[in-house]
């Protein structure tokens, strides 16, 4: 692996289709796009004809997402990538 391999990824969660009652994204929906960033690093780490699934993911939400907050940037992070799990943060 590269020295500090990385991957970034960029959405527009919240468009109001997909607020909760607060008016702010709905945390599946950032979650998702999280995990698909994290997803598709792993991805980009295996052999031509594997996959991978996520198995657990946890996320800790600091800030609320708004329309005004604009653009959301996911990068994931490497801790650990094997034969059988990677651990990857975001």
């Not at 909760?20 to 599946?28: I, K, L, M, V």
């Not at 950032?30 to 198995?55: E, H, N, P, R, Y």
């Not at 997402?65 to 990068?75: I, P, Q």
């Amino acid at each position: 692996m590269a020295d500090n391999p990385s991957l970034s990824m960029n959405g527009s969660p919240s468009n109001g289709k997909q607020n909760n009652p607060f008016s702010t994204a709905h945390g599946g929906i950032i979650s998702t796009l999280l995990d698909t960033t994290m997803t598709a690093f792993v991805l980009s780490t295996l052999q031509k004809g594997f996959s991978c699934s996520t198995i657990e993911i946890k996320v800790n939400f600091i800030r609320p997402v708004t329309a005004n907050t604009g653009l959301v940037r996911c990068k994931a992070r490497p801790i650990h990538v094997g034969k059988r799990l990677a651990t990857v943060e975001g």
